[in-house]
Structures are given as C-alpha cells and as structure tokens.
T-cell receptor, first 112, second 114 residues
C-alpha cells in the first residue's frame, strides 16, 4: 500500500533557486521522514519530523508538516547542482510496527 | 568503517535460479529491512526483522525468503517463484525500536534476470 505520494514527480530548476516538494499521506503517523537518493545509490536520511512538530530545519532544508491536511513539504533553499537527486518521503504509520512506507519520489534536476 | 554492506552490487540470473543477496551491518542495529525499487518508483517493503530469529513479511514478500540467524546479517533469497525479479534491492537498518528512528541504507544490489 502506498502511503506517501510526492508532488511533483519531476522538477527542474536553475542553481540558486529554491525547490519545493510536497508529500501527501493517508493515515495517522508517528513521524514523517525525507530521504535523498543519488542515481543508482542507496538512500540517505535527510530529516525526520514527528507528528507533534510543525516545522524543522537542517541547513538549507526546511520541512513542514500539516497533520490536519496529512501533508508535508520539503524546501531546499539556494539549490546547487549537487542537489540533483530523487527525494522521497516516508511515513511511519501509527500501529504499523515501525515499518516505513515510501512514496514514489520527486526527481530534482538543478541546472548549473 | 561502520555501515551496511550489500553484495554483490550487480547480479545476473537465469530464469529458474534462486539467488541470495547479502546484507551485513556493523551498526549494532536491531531492525533490518529489505526493499525493492523498480525504475522511477519508490521503495516497496519485502521483509523486515526487528530481532534475531524473527522476521515479518512486508507488502511484496511472495517469491522471496529471508533469515536472521545473526544480528549482523539479513540475507535475502530471490526464488524462482518470483516472477519479475529484475530490480534494485536495498537493505536498511534502523536504530531504536519501531517508530523511533531513521533508516540507514546500503548501496544496493541490482539484479537482472536474463
């Protein structure tokens, strides 16, 4: 079952611009996480936001969570060519024994 | 180095053959997971284990088998019963108990059926 769904599926921007990706989910969650995947590589954890948090920052990353709308957004500010990757949200649904359910991802291309 | 090692990185299999993908970790994490990723898609959970000698089916367990005899190791066998095994397979570990932490991923194993 697909819990998180990212939007847009693909995003292309110029270096220096901001990139915003959205994630919607269906059931109540313990937390929501964002991961990054470079082509052909494993995923790398970026940030975790708990259900009782509304916003979290980490460097150039800003994540928001709106549990009433069951949605989250990931903002990357001042993007760099090295940010080119796929970004996935993953939800830890309540009562789901800790399994993370991943969305299909947003592919971000940052042009130099 | 601490981390998760998946091997082999690339694997080719003839139809009808079983293959085993290795996942070893030295992070001392209790929970381990296997995910499958198809091109342009997200990750789908195959099996997971939260403790030695115990594992649970994920969303797409049919045609796969696992074992968890040691904390460090969680091998995945892709059996001949898996009708469409060509995919990228990712192993992950998790610190803490359910719902507590991030996943740490290996670099993946790409399986191609000839």
């Amino acid at each position: 079952s697909q819990q998180g769904e990212e939007d847009p599926q693909a995003l292309s921007i110029q270096e220096g611009e901001n990139a915003t990706m959205n994630c919607s989910y269906k059931t109540s969650i313990n937390n929501l996480q964002w991961y990054r995947q470079n082509s052909g590589r494993g995923l790398v954890h970026l940030i975790l936001i708990r259900s009782n948090e509304r916003e979290k920052h980490s460097g150039r990353l800003r994540v928001t969570l709106d549990t009433s709308k069951k949605s989250s957004s990931l903002l990357i500010t001042a993007s760099r060519a090295a940010d080119t990757a796929s970004y996935f949200c993953a939800t830890d649904a309540r009562g789901n024994t800790g399994k993370l359910i991943f969305g299909q991802g947003t592919t971000l291309q940052v042009k130099p | 180095d601490g981390g998760i090692t998946q091997s082999p990185k690339y694997l080719f299999r003839k139809e009808g053959q079983n293959v085993t993908l290795s996942c070893e970790q030295n992070l001392n994490h209790d929970a381990m997971y296997w995910y499958r990723q198809d091109p342009g898609q997200g990750l789908r959970l195959i099996y997971y284990s939260q403790i030695v000698n115990d594992f649970q089916k994920g969303d797409i367990a049919e045609g796969y088998s696992v074992s968890r005899e040691k904390k460090e190791s969680f091998p995945l066998t892709v059996t001949s019963a898996q009708k469409n095994p060509t995919a990228f397979y990712l192993c992950a570990t998790q610190s803490g108990g359910p719902g507590t932490g991030e996943l740490f991923f290996g670099e993946g194993s790409r399986l191609t059926v000839l």
